[in-house]
Structure formats: structure tokens, C-alpha cells
């Protein structure tokens, strides 16, 4: 049942060192699974990635990018272009995922809980204050939180987020949702549990950079401790959503939950989860039972399926 199976990794956004992670994370949890791995850093040149796919020629990819060109659509292209089959979402949800103004469209025009929010240019942020504060200012097309900005009452960073912006000329800017970060891995069409994220930051109350993969950033509570209607919802809207934006493989949907209104407010999935071993993903499935060569395993066979090819 051995397979010849290239890793994708790298990549060139921000978040390539996050990639190179996840990408070495999963090439020796592939490993320990029995299949023959080769690796492969998708860098600037294109042609070059291309013909080390070629040369590898694999069974399947196990796509670990993560961010622009890794996760939006434009290698699931490249992939669908020579043929091979690939990991996690098709090129339709990877680029919806993405794009976080189309994903809340079709999260919304589906009935599930969104902030309140839209789509600013930095001269309309620079004026006035888009919504009541506080309030986000989000890049509608990057991972990880970068670039994420609160504007809190009171606050005098407003224009200059607007005038050192480097995130295309548009931003997303929703309501600030008070309370605690929850998220939920959805797995083939069925949701693993729910994660309390702890932010350890001097506010301990934004999921950024820092608290997502710098050692001791975070603390992970799986399963979360909150009431089991809130629990059960998570579940729900994750896979909704999943379905929604029509993800496979694996995704994983992120929630901020205010305590004192009851509220569960959908802020985005992930089609590309992190997959270091200790990643959130990889986390609430070794509470389920699943080990992370299991995992990795899992998500290649199922790659295979969803192609109509055979694993062995």
C-alpha cells in the first residue's frame, strides 16, 4: 500500500516558514507511515517547481503550503494542470476560503453566524472610523492573522494602519467580537471537537502571530470547556461551512465566542490547517483517536478517492 508521495512546502507568502514546518512535519510522519516521500520547496520560480514535480513524478502531492499562491487556488491549478493529484480543497473553495469577503458572503448566504462587517479602501479608513469601535481591520487575502490591526476606542492608530497598509488597497473590517477563541477540524465531512485557545498575549485576547506558533504563545484547551449547546453549534457550523464553501480533505473553522451574549461568530476556515505535529489540526485528532502518521496517511488516501484513482 506504499505510495510515491512529493510534499509541497515553502512556497513564497508570508508564511513560509510555517510551511517549511508543516511540510517536514509530514514528510517524516509519511515516512514512519511506510511510503516513499520526496519533498518539494515551491519557491519563486515556477518552472522550477514544476519540474520537480515532474521529475518525483508522485502518485500524490500533500499540498503544505499555506497562504496567497499556496492556498488560494493558484497551485491547486498548477497540480490540476499535470495532472496530479493533491491534498485538501479544489481551486473553486481554496480561492473562496481565501478571500475572506467572498467566504463571509457565502457563510452569510447560508445562515451561518458572521460578524457585522465590509469591504473599506484605505482612503475610507483613513477619513473616519468604518464602524462603531472596536472594531478589526483585516487583508482580505492573507493567513496567520498577518496584518491584522484592533481599533479600540479611544484609539489614534486608525490612519496610520490606513497609510502603512501594504495589503493591496482594500481591507475587510468587521466588529470586534469580545470573548474566547474556539476552533473546530473538520475531517472528510465530520467535525473532530472543539479547541479553547489562550491567547498568551499582554491583552490575552488576539490569536496573532506570535500566540499561533512561537513557543509558549498559546495554551490549548481540547476539549473546550464551554456549555454543550455552544459545543454542539461549533460542530455544526463547522461542517456547514465546510460543505458551504465545498472543502475536502481536512479544514478547520475558527469562532470567537462572547460568554456574556451567548454569541458564536463564525470568523473563517482554514483550507490549509497547520500540520506540524503539535498544529491544531494534528491536535484534535490524536484526541479522537488519530495519530499524526494516521493523519497524514488518511488525508493522502483520500486525495486518491476524491480523484477516482486507486491508493495501491
Not at 480543497?89 to 462587517?117: C, N, Q, T, Y
Not at 473532530?192 to 502571530?209: E, K, M, Q, R
Not at 455552544?230 to 475558527?254: K, M, N, T, W
Not at 484526541?287 to 476524491?306: F, H, Q
Request: with cysteine.
Amino acid at each position: 500500500m506504499s505510495l510515491k508521495i512529493a510534499v509541497l512546502q515553502g512556497g513564497i507568502s508570508s508564511e513560509r516558514p510555517v510551511s517549511l514546518r508543516s511540510g517536514a512535519g509530514v514528510a517524516q510522519a509519511l515516512l514512519e507511515a511506510g511510503h516513499d516521500v520526496v519533498s518539494v520547496d515551491a519557491g519563486a520560480d515556477l518552472v522550477q517547481t514544476i519540474k520537480a514535480l515532474r521529475d518525483a513524478a508522485p502518485d500524490v502531492v500533500f499540498n503544505a503550503l499555506h497562504g496567497p499562491l499556496g492556498e488560494d487556488g493558484a497551485i491547486q491549478g498548477v497540480l490540476e494542470w499535470l495532472g496530479l493529484p493533491y491534498t485538501h480543497s479544489s481551486i473553486r473553495a481554496s480561492s473562496l476560503a481565501m478571500d475572506k469577503d467572498a467566504s463571509r458572503r457565502v457563510f452569510a448566504a447560508a445562515g451561518l453566524p458572521v460578524a457585522e462587517g465590509r469591504v473599506v479602501t484605505m482612503d475610507e479608513l483613513a477619513a473616519a472610523d468604518p464602524l462603531p469601535t472596536p472594531y478589526v481591520v483585516k487583508p482580505i487575502s492573507e493567513g496567520s492573522s498577518f496584518g491584522v490591526e484592533i481599533v479600540r476606542t479611544g484609539s489614534n492608530r486608525r490612519q496610520a494602519i490606513a497609510a502603512n497598509w501594504v495589503f493591496g488597497k482594500e481591507a475587510l473590517v468587521e466588529e470586534y467580537i469580545p470573548g474566547r477563541e474556539l476552533t473546530v477540524a473538520v475531517l472528510g465531512d465530520r467535525a473532530l471537537t472543539v479547541t479553547d485557545i489562550v491567547a498568551a498575549s499582554p491583552t490575552g485576547d488576539f490569536y496573532d502571530f506570535d500566540a499561533k506558533y512561537a513557543p509558549g504563545g498559546s495554551v490549548h484547551h481540547v476539549p473546550a470547556q464551554v456549555p454543550d449547546a455552544i459545543f454542539e453549534q461549533a460542530l455544526r457550523v463547522a461542517e456547514a461551512a465546510h460543505r458551504a464553501l465545498g472543502c475536502s480533505g481536512a479544514s478547520r473553522a475558527d469562532y470567537r465566542y462572547d460568554e456574556e451574549t451567548g454569541r458564536l461568530i463564525l470568523l473563517e476556515v482554514n483550507t490549509q490547517p497547520g500540520m506540524t505535529a503539535t498544529s491544531l489540526l494534528p491536535e484534535q485528532a490524536a484526541y479522537c483517536g488519530i495519530s499524526y502518521p494516521e493523519l497524514c496517511d488518511w488525508l493522502v488516501r483520500d486525495a486518491l478517492a476524491a480523484r477516482g484513482k486507486p491508493a495501491a
